[in-house]
């Protein structure tokens, strides 16, 4: 069974950075795509960011050229870099990941409900 678990989360002024990791254990190699999305208070959950095995990646609109996803499988770890941090972007982020299918990530990002497995999440604050 895999487990995820995020760190990096906190608070930053707006136009700031904040690099999220997501440490994967159990056998994540069975997983087809990973990404992130998060969910803000009384808001449905918006995927962020996917990657899959072949390195492919997709972004939600919203943060296209601001956030980087990326793994190293050597250290079992997913990130997501971000930049240019927006008030709007205040959320709890998830980690997740998904292992039926070989939807491409763009699906996981705009359908977040799709993943199979997600984190406890982080908490990333940004003030205006």
């Known amino acids: 069974q895999v487990q995820l678990v995020e760190s990096g989360g906190g608070s930053v002024q707006a136009g700031g950075s904040l690099r999220l990791s997501c440490a994967i254990s159990?056998?994540?190699?069975?997983?087809?795509?990973m990404g992130w999305f998060r969910q803000a208070p009384g808001k449905e959950r918006e995927g962020v960011a996917g990657i899959d095995h072949d390195g492919r990646t997709s972004y939600a609109d919203s943060v296209k050229g601001r956030f980087t996803i990326s793994e190293d499988n050597a250290k079992n770890t997913l990130y997501l870099e971000m930049n240019n941090l927006k008030p709007e972007d205040t959320a709890v982020y998830y980690c997740a990941a998904e292992f039926v299918s070989h939807l491409r990530p763009a699906y996981f990002v705009a359908n977040p409900n799709g993943f199979d497995v997600w984190g406890q999440g982080t908490q990333v604050t940004v003030a205006s």
């Open positions: 159990g056998d994540s190699s069975r997983s087809t795509c």
